[in-house]
């Protein structure tokens, strides 16, 4: 009987964790790295929409979404307006990337996986066996993206989406009982730092009220993340390599969908690469059939999130969107079935 074929994975986010600890469980060698160390936090919503029971069994995820709040309502405010409150089709998954990516990576260690963290791969080319689940593409972006926590905050519903001038901002209450405060703006000349970076931000795009409602409470100055270099653009396939969650392309953050996408890509990866660690298939035929899956699985999905998020972003879109909603003539069941 033959071994199985190792498998290499850069980058240990979602995809990658997820990835690798559903190939080790199946006995396939797995070497994972990263170049940080868990837990930590990242500029991430902190909830998970869209994710079907199928798919939370395929990659074994139930032991650690036990205690993951259900999510049902989100309120919808235009600068300091309420326009609109959403029930959602199905709960969305109240948890932190705090918890989640470190509870994958104490099982991948457990089962027997080998998670080389705080190591930066070098080598990101082509090679039989390697997965790039390396994050977002860096390019030239005016768009920033910032995230903390607070305690001592009420939500008026499950979740809050605030739109303000270029710029919007998601809250969610993670499993710990804080609340998730994070934003995509466009950056601006602010001099803010730490925790008074994000409030300031609310501030210049519209949203003074947030941000003092927000500074009123207890922000965790350790939660306090920063990502630039945001680009939504598509991304064009390469032969023989395989991309997966953000390394694939980015969905726009309003979505709520961009922890969906990277457990959704690691579940759509995991047959081609047991049938390659397995001898069945090789490395080209592997890609080939990743890529043709996740093509299916996202093209429409990110496709329509890209076509929507100016409506997010500029001003006279936003407003129509807000006057749209407000007056309930936006479809947003159909919408949230084609952005998930």
Known sequence: MNLPRPIEIVGGGLAGLALALALRRADVPVTLFDAGRYPRHRVCGDFIAGLSPDTIARLG??????????????????????IRVQQLPAPAL??????????????FVAAGGNLRSE??????????????????????????????????????????????TEGYVGLATTESGA???????????????????????????????LAVRISAAAPDPASCCAVAALDYSASAP???IIRLGDALGLIPPFTGNGMAVALQSAESALGPLLAYARGSSDWSAACAATARALHLRFRVRLTAARTLHPFF???HLQLMLAHLTRARLLPLRPLYALLH
């Open 179 to 209: 609340v998730n405060v994070c934003g995509l703006f466009r950056r601006r000349p602010i001099t803010a730092a730490g925790p008074a970076l994000l409030p300031a931000y609310l501030t210049a795009i519209g949203l003074g009220p």
């Open 94 to 107: 109240g948890l932190s990337r705090h918890a989640l990516d470190a509870r994958l990576a104490t099982a």
């Open 61 to 82: 995820l139930a032991p650690f979404l036990t205690d993951a709040l259900h999510h049902r309502t989100v309120a919808w405010y235009h600068r300091a307006r309420l």
């Open 119 to 164: 190591t930066r791969a070098v080598d990101l080319s082509a090679a039989p066996g390697r997965v790039l689940a390396t994050g977002r593409a860096r390019r030239d972006s005016p768009w920033l993206g910032l995230k903390f926590h607070v305690h001592g905050l009420t939500l008026t519903r499950d979740l809050e989406l605030h739109l303000g």
């Open 238 to 240: 390469e032969a023989g």
């Open 313 to 315: 972003l500029r001003p």
